[in-house]
């Protein structure tokens, strides 16, 4: 088998040289001269990297976009708190709507008639009922909205760490390709300088610049590999399988810096404010209302004459009124007013982000997609002056410095791409969680 057709030799070709092979590996005594150590050195960093390029490029079951925000949105905890909030809204109607019970009492005297039984009943304050009500369905309607909110965030972050894991699986493939061009520049220089057309110092720095690639590549596999079990550790699936495979792309449309418009309707997290302020102001004004206290209608009758005198039951009918002597619902209303002045506070806060957050997005979003129209055509023309470059130095007509540095810059252009597509992807979904409205946003 000769190192061309070797696997192990594609990475690098001192490799076949030391006998490394599918079956084993068997080093010949060979003298320690420069070229040998350098080929140790390749081993030992092709031996090093492979583990790691392999934990990314293993198949595991396949992963979309929506199949994630799906996995999460069922076992994330933020929501369960988010819809026990919710639960409690509509709790809270219940009870604001609820008629006070009846009570009733029985005495024994000895003056008669001896016995007396007394039922009261207060009267619901009906102008109170009302109001109590319509701040219970306030608060509802606020916990609605930030549920939704809550459903639209957790769908952003695994949304974010989706593309940011793509991103991570691209870097891992472009710096595993940027090694392997590496060392075939590497093989190159070592062929022409056999042949004469080439100095030490050209097989030096190629070999250097394939270790720093090596090393670049076997960097990127462990981010990529950490970025995939964080978005395992999102949607709740474990790595008992080998992780999972990401079916997305990076693709990004030409229009979508266009992506959201301005809407005149109020961001969600601001009508949940405005809805939390409404009901806030309504359970005031009821604790201003209810200084006086409900009154109450008290029947009975009243029996057990032992002289006969008054034989049979005996009616009674009064009412119950309370007095605002000791207590004058003091503390119920400043407690309604300091949650009333809160809810304004918070109201203006989340307004004021609200406006920051929508600005910049859509300024980061602007310029990321102008970033990647010119990415595109810098890739192109990177491609180009690679190419061209490898092939003069292969005929001479370059040296090797030119090569180095069209590949450096045809690296950083083509990571400059992925970056830029990711952060476009990014910004374009958090503009569509911060323009979000109530009536776009579904139940």
């Not at 909205?145 to 870097?171: F, K, N, Q």
């Not at 809407?263 to 005031?284: D, I, K, W, Y």
């Not at 200084?291 to 032992?306: A, I, N, Q």
């Not at 310029?367 to 010119?374: C, F, I, N, P």
């Amino acid at each position: 088998m000769s190192p061309s057709t070797d696997p192990a030799g594609r990475l690098c070709p001192l490799v076949g040289h030391f006998g490394l092979r599918s079956y084993g590996l068997r080093i010949l005594l060979v003298p320690l001269t420069p070229e040998v150590m350098r080929g140790i050195v390749c081993i030992v960093l092709v031996l090093s990297s492979a583990p790691f390029v392999a934990g990314v490029a293993q198949q595991g079951p396949s992963l979309s976009r929506m199949q994630a925000i799906a996995a999460a949105l069922s076992r994330n905890p933020r929501l369960a708190a988010a819809r026990a909030d919710s639960v409690t809204a509509v709790a809270r109607i219940t009870t604001a709507g609820a008629l006070p019970n009846p009570t009733i009492a029985a005495t024994y005297t000895k003056s008669t008639p001896q016995y007396h039984v007394i039922a009261e009943m207060p009267l619901d304050q009906l102008w109170l009922r009302g109001t109590r009500v319509a701040a219970a369905e306030a608060g509802r309607l606020s916990a609605r909205y930030r549920l939704r909110y809550e459903i639209a965030s957790v769908s952003l972050d695994v949304d974010t760490t989706y593309t940011r894991s793509l991103a991570a699986v691209a870097h891992s493939r472009l710096s595993t390709r940027n090694a392997q061009d590496a060392d075939s520049l590497r093989r190159i220089a070592i062929a022409r300088r056999d042949a004469g057309d080439a100095s030490d110092l050209d097989v030096e720095l190629a070999t250097l610049t394939a270790g720093q690639q090596a090393n670049a590549a076997a960097a990127d596999s462990v981010t990529a590999r950490a970025t995939l079990l964080e978005l395992q550790a999102l949607i709740g699936v474990g790595n008992d399988g080998g992780g999972v495979t990401l079916t997305d792309s990076l693709d990004v449309s030409a229009d979508i810096a266009a992506a959201a418009p301005p809407s005149a309707e109020a961001p969600l997290l601001v009508a949940s404010g405005v809805a939390l302020v409404q009901a806030a102001t309504l359970n005031a004004r009821v604790q201003h209302r209810n200084v006086f206290g409900s009154p109450g209608v008290v029947v009975g009758f009243e029996t057990g004459d032992p002289t006969g005198a008054e034989p049979g039951l005996l009616p009674t009918v009064g009412i119950a009124l309370p007095l605002p002597i000791f207590n004058h619902n003091r503390g119920p209303i400043a407690e309604a007013e300091a949650e009333q002045a809160h809810a304004v506070a918070a109201l203006n806060v989340v307004r004021i982000e609200s406006q920051l957050q929508l600005s910049r997005t859509r300024s980061a979003l602007v310029a990321t997609a102008g970033r990647l129209t010119r990415d595109r055509q810098l890739l192109q023309s990177a491609t180009r002056v690679e190419t061209m470059s490898l092939a003069a130095y292969r005929e001479g007509a370059s040296p090797l410095t030119g090569v180095l540095e069209a590949q450096r810059t045809a690296r950083d252009v083509q990571a400059q791409y992925v970056d830029d597509a990711a952060n476009a992807l990014i910004a374009a979904a958090t503009l569509r969680l911060l323009t979000l409205t109530p009536a776009s946003a579904t139940p």
